[in-house]
T-cell receptor
Framework: AQSVTQPDIHITVSEGASLELRCNYS??????LFWYVQSPGQGLQLLLK??????LVQGIKGFEAEFKRSQSSFNLRKPSVHWSDAAEYFC????????????FGKGTTLSVSS | NAGVTQTPKFRILKIGQSMTLQCTQD?????MYWYRQDPGMGLKLIYY???????DKGEVPNGYNVSRSTTEDFPLRLELAAPSQTSVYFC?????????FGPGTRLTVT
């Protein structure tokens, strides 16, 4: 079945440590790929996107993501986490590249410890 | 630009009541969307629109209706509220592929 999987429901990282959030998708063709962040009680903010080209994409707030076609993955990374990064992170795909639908993963909650 | 605005922020409905969730965007985006977010489930698409006068169903349309008479506005209508519609509702807009989200409406049906 077509789906977006975020294997980690909850991750805790020490402040200053590196972060990697996983995302896998199961669609036949390479979809458009997105990462969004949601702070408590807020809407979703776009962190970065991948449509084509360079498989390492840079986003806002120091985040980056790498698209790996062979693994159907689009993992989000940050070299040094700040306490303000605590939030829920959603991977999303546009399977038809048409802008008519985003399919979201169930999200990963990031906690940052001091 | 205010971006995507949603009203109300919170609402409590009794079973069987109806209401309209308002969504407005000032970015002149053609595409607009309604999602619902339930704990641990991510976001599910309810309806979307690719332009004024054009709407289509998403993954979970049952119990909802939409209209799109202008580019700016995309209201979501609940006709007979049910407890299963307790959720947080997000409106989004897009010029093509990147979606921009409003702050959400938290709806409780009791």
């Amino acid at each position: 079945a077509q789906s977006v999987t975020q294997p980690d429901i909850h991750i805790t990282v020490s402040e200053g440590a590196s972060l990697e959030l996983r995302c896998n998708y199961s669609y036949g063709a390479t979809p458009y790929l997105f990462w969004y962040v949601q702070s408590p009680g807020q809407g979703l903010q776009l962190l970065l996107k991948y449509f084509s080209g360079d498989t390492l994409v840079q986003g806002i707030k120091g985040f980056e993501a790498e698209f790996k076609r062979s693994q159907s993955s689009f993992n989000l990374r940050k070299p040094s986490v700040h306490w303000s990064d605590a939030a829920e992170y959603f991977c999303a795909v546009d399977p038809n590249q048409a802008g008519t639908a985003l399919i979201f993963g169930k999200g990963t909650t990031l906690s940052v410890s001091s | 630009n205010a971006g995507v605005t949603q009203t109300p922020k919170f609402r409590i409905l009794k079973i069987g009541q109806s209401m309209t969730l308002q969504c407005t965007q000032d970015m002149n985006h053609n595409y607009m969307y309604w999602y619902r977010q339930d704990p641990g489930m991510g976001l599910k698409l309810i309806y979307y629109s690719v332009g004024a006068g054009i709407t289509d169903k998403g993954e979970v349309p049952n119990g909802y209706n939409v209209s799109r008479s202008t580019t700016e506005d995309f209201p979501l209508r609940l006709e007979l509220a049910a407890p299963s519609q307790t959720s947080v509702y997000f409106c989004a807009s897009s010029p093509s592929n990147e979606q921009y989200f409003g702050p959400g409406t938290r709806l409780t049906v009791t």
